[in-house]
């Protein structure tokens, strides 16, 4: 978000501070403090605008105390001398507090002249957190069909039965997984019977394919994409640079100068030439805010030379940087969500095909106001945004991960802009990164339950009605593939649907196509109706109705395997 000459009115018109009973604002010289009495137990969303006097910019971190608790930092934002700077956060409180401070000082306490402008605290309850939640995946995730069911003639049949039933989902929600899924069977099943998107865990790094120089071998990477494949598993690539130099092969570590820079090359070439287009993203750097290795040793530009090279070698690969502790906390220096902006665009003006923003979500004790501030800030530059390695620390007992693990994945999947999430729970012999699903015995534990309870709720249950007086039968859907049975008297027909996200301006242009097409076709002579019966109709159904909200279905002559 740009910094601006003026600061903007305040959200919520101010929330509770619109009520002075209900604060008293104190200046201190560097730490403006907001005194808050009586607050409830309650989701508290609060943001503000901030400039500063005397270093070009700082660091700024919003801090709350209690009696009983305190957060040292539920907001951050990088503010500029001369302009002003929107600061977004938020936290939970669990009980009363008689008097609450909110404060705000430098990151690394220096003395900063601080100055706030349209601040706003607002409250809510549980429920309406969670309805707000609900309201925005039914709007997001979620489409109205209507189905119509008509002769050859064109009129509508009334009381026509229909079995509709959702074959698989749009949103893509997977796990992590690893060497220990090849000829697994049960670990297999277990993984197909609720997932559509996965990530090798580490068997794609560098030090993984090439422990020695030259000595390149995807054989196991190669067996772990037959599985994916075979069984239509969108997969992420992960990762083909990894800044932190622990993480990387001995041999490149001790390498400089040309030498690194022939290795980065081979590497990316080596890569792309296997698996161009196998991948549907790649992390081309992973953790570039906490470290940099590559740009240390090749320069400023090294990572701008990755996204190029890269893009070149698979255009169709969506290209993200992925970060950690940038939505899990912002008590990181290095990560704030102003940081990983200013890197993204930094990247943007440099003319990389930046395409996605990769979150990895590794949390200990989540706060769902602050993860919504973050996605909200990320969400104004329009990219992608994924959640690529989520889990919660193993220092949690198992009842609580759970209840954890729900709070970020409902934040992450009614946020507009997260386009999918990855949970960091392979299963290898000695367990789990942080946190397993299920045991050895493929028995779940409780987050596993948690997954299945949600992965149920944001599925469409089978769904049977009767065409009304019009030949009309509606319902609300989740996005994806559905296979739908449709019966009158002696007649039964079988077709499949998509039910896809595309926007009205999409929309629309297939729709000219199709008018076009029809138009094209009668002024040739050919009848659209056989036409429309050989095949377009069928087209027509997958890409224009569903978005449209409706579906045809017309007897006898469509669809062809019409069932007597």
Not at 109 to 131: C, D, M, Y
Not at 347 to 360: A, E
Not at 419 to 441: Q, S, V
Not at 482 to 508: C, H, M, P, Q, W
Request: hydrophobic share 40%.
């Amino acid at each position: 978000m740009q910094c601006k000459a003026y600061p903007e009115e305040p959200l919520y018109g101010g929330g509770i501070l619109q009520d002075h009973d209900k604060f008293s604002l104190e200046f201190g010289a560097d730490s403006p403090t907001f005194s808050l009495h009586d607050l409830c137990p309650s989701f508290y969303s609060f943001s503000a605008w901030i400039t500063t006097k005397g270093a070009d910019q700082s660091l700024i971190r919003a801090c709350l105390s209690t009696k009983h608790v305190t957060y040292s930092c539920i907001g951050t934002v990088i503010a500029k001398k001369g302009c002003w700077s929107f600061i977004k956060g938020g936290f939970v409180l669990d009980s009363p507090a008689d008097l609450s401070l909110l404060h705000f000082q430098d990151f690394e306490g220096k003395s900063v002249n601080i100055s706030i402008a349209s601040a706003s605290l607002q409250p809510f309850t549980e429920e309406q957190w969670r309805l707000n939640q609900e309201a925005k995946i039914n709007r997001e995730r979620k489409r109205f069909v209507t189905v119509h069911v008509s002769n050859i003639h064109g009129e509508r049949l009334q009381g026509a039965t229909m079995t509709i039933q959702q074959i698989s989902k749009d949103f893509p929600f997977g796990s992590a997984i690893s060497a220990s899924i090849i000829a697994n069977l049960p670990y297999q099943k277990w993984i197909l019977k609720r997932f559509n998107a996965a990530v090798f865990e580490n068997e794609l790094k560098w030090y993984a394919t090439e422990p020695k120089p030259g000595k390149i071998n995807y054989t196991i990477a190669d067996q772990m994409l037959e599985f994916v494949r075979a069984n239509q598993i969108i997969t992420r690539g992960h990762n083909i640079f990894w800044e932190n130099p622990k993480y990387n092969p001995q041999w490149v570590v001790k390498l400089t100068g040309a030498e690194l820079q022939q290795a980065v090359s081979a590497r990316i070439s080596s890569l792309m030439s296997r698996f161009r287009e196998e991948f549907i993203h790649w992390d081309v750097s992973n953790e570039l805010l906490h470290f940099d290795f590559y740009e240390q040793r090749l320069g400023t530009n090294a990572t701008l030379d990755f996204f190029k090279t890269t893009h070149q070698a698979d255009p169709l690969a969506t290209l993200f940087l992925n970060e950690y502790n940038v939505v899990e906390t912002c008590n990181d220096v290095n990560s704030t969500v102003d940081s990983y902006v200013e890197r993204l665009m930094e990247l943007k003006t440099g003319g990389v095909s930046m395409d996605g923003i990769g979150l990895q979500g590794h949390f200990t004790v989540p706060n769902p106001p602050f993860i919504r501030a973050v996605l909200d800030k990320l969400g104004t530059l329009g990219l992608p945004i994924w959640l690529t390695e989520v889990d919660i620390s193993h220092t949690i007992d198992k009842q609580t991960q759970a209840l954890y693990l729900e709070q970020v994945l409902r934040e992450g999947f009614s946020h507009p802009s997260v386009k999918g999430i990855i949970l960091w729970t392979a299963l290898d012999p000695k367990g789990c990164y942080e946190m397993c699903l299920t045991d050895h015995n493929f028995q779940n534990l409780p987050a596993g339950d948690t997954v299945d309870k949600l992965l149920h709720e944001w599925e469409t249950q089978r769904v049977k009605g009767i065409s009304d007086e019009l030949g009309s039968y509606s319902f609300h859907g989740f996005l994806g593939e559905y296979r739908i049975k449709v019966k009158y008297g002696n007649r039964t027909a079988y077709s499949t649907f998509s039910l896809t996200g595309e926007t009205s301006d999409d929309v629309n242009s297939t729709v000219d196509a199709y008018i076009a097409k029809l138009k094209e076709l009668q002024e040739g002579g050919v009848d659209p109706q056989i036409w429309m019966a050989l095949g377009w109709r069928v087209a027509l159904l997958s890409q224009i109705l569903p978005s449209l909200g409706l579906l045809l279905i017309s007897w006898p002559r469509w669809p062809p395997h019409l069932a007597y």
